[in-house]
DNA sequence: TTAAATATATAACATTTGTTATATATTTGT
DNA sequence: ACAAATATATAACAAATGTTATATATTTAA
């Protein structure tokens, strides 16, 4: 199970990871901690890469406007995520937009401090354009989950992924967190036909909701949830 | 239009573009000419990256399978068209499969003559770098549309867009010539209910077919029928 | 704290898509 | 050129999802 969940994880928390004391402190060195208002843009598509965010509380939502106006979220950045390098690397403009969900306290690095840093450990760079290979991969599955799943599957899928990069670093129990709204818009359905499937999934007993939160209560339950063809 | 469709068009046949004619000859000099027998695999999820490819003539189809097993086709490469750095740049394996759909010419370059050619060739690293971005844009866009459009709507884009590509070189009216399962592999959906599909869209008059080609009449009407709002 | 604004829940109905089945056309291999 | 295999077309019905409408709960701002 862990296994399928990460081929639908950014692993963008681990770009640190791995680095020698020397330079760990480096990148921490230039590291500068903000806080971030809930609702404000983080970057947006078509801007100009100012440098790249570690998230250390709190969650942004990636998202992109498809041609008719309508919001694609297609990741949420949780705690020690790691975001905005890719336009960097490639000097070109941002492809997406981010915002906050909540109120963040973030690790900003500035462009040209974060060029540096790639240049002085080679390592660094090297995961990095590995890393971008491994995203890559995850765009591709999710492509093929929302094109051959049906919504019980796919919102199956999603809650499963969400407990497990939402609540990995948590000893306690905090469910999922966002608002319908944004849920419908990463699963890919209405936020009315999402509230069936919640409903549904209530009465078959795998999760339990309070106010907007919802909390999975059997996962081997959603797992067969998602088996689903189509 | 035009403007659109780049959205969903990796431009890997750019990669060689902008080159100086000595770097250009560097190229030239280590690229292999191959032929490739239809159905044959370029490469394939999980194996060690070769070398890179260069399309002359035919088209490979890009897909993942997904968890349950069912393919899921995220890119059509025709002539010109490079593809298969993504997991030599990273060191790592590739993340998808690649199989010819005619008997394809190719130019193949081994991994470590590409290797090399990237350092020789800052420039070709870094339009490198750049295009993996552009190409996460393009999977981005594939996520809204496949999440939010509807089928006729996603099957009037895909078919403006393949018309675009595969025909941009070319004199001659060719048509779409794919089989009715790799168009709904690509824009997901059965085959049935893609035949439906072309079947509104002939009686609209927007497409005629002869065999399995398919001929784009009426391309206005193909874009108001992509506006559809889910 | 209260009123207004926003978010969620739910139902009924319309539309779209999946599924199964069968017939016809086309391609492939001998 | 022929038979067998594969691909395509189509229809009828079932299931899933979108849409509209209304009620209730929760959050926000004065």
């Given amino acids: 199970m862990k296994d399928l969940l990460t081929q639908f994880d950014f692993q963008s928390n681990l770009l640190f990871e791995n680095l020698s004391e020397s330079e760990n402190q480096a990148v921490q060195n230039v590291m500068e901690p903000l806080t971030i208002k809930k609702g404000t843009m983080l970057f947006f598509e ?73 240049k002085e450990i080679p390592a660094l760079q090297q995961t990095l354009i590995k890393n971008i290979g491994h995203e890559f991969g995850v765009l591709a599955n999710i492509i093929a989950v929302l094109a051959q799943k049906n919504q019980n599957a796919r919102l199956a899928l999603f809650l499963l992924l969400l407990e497990y990069r939402f609540n ?31 409903k549904q999934f209530k009465e078959l007993g795998c999760i339990e909701t309070d106010k907007r939160n919802i909390y999975i209560k059997d996962p081997k339950q959603l797992e067969q949830l998602l088996q689903t063809k189509i």
């Fill in 168 to 198: 990995r670093n948590s000893q306690t129990v905090k469910g999922i967190d966002l608002t319908r709204d944004d849920l419908a818009n990463l699963i890919g359905t209405s936020q009315e036909s999402l509230g069936r499937s919640l």
């Fill in 46 to 118: 078509g801007g100009i890469p100012t440098g790249i965010f570690q998230i250390k509380q709190g969650k942004a939502k990636k998202f992109k406007r498809s041609f008719s106006g309508d919001e694609q979220i297609f990741y949420i950045y949780t705690q020690e995520d790691v975001l905005g390098y890719h336009a960097l690397l490639g000097q070109e403009r941002y492809q997406d937009s981010c915002e906050a969900l909540e109120d963040l306290k973030v690790n900003f690095i500035a462009k040209d401090d974060f060029l540096k840093l790639l």
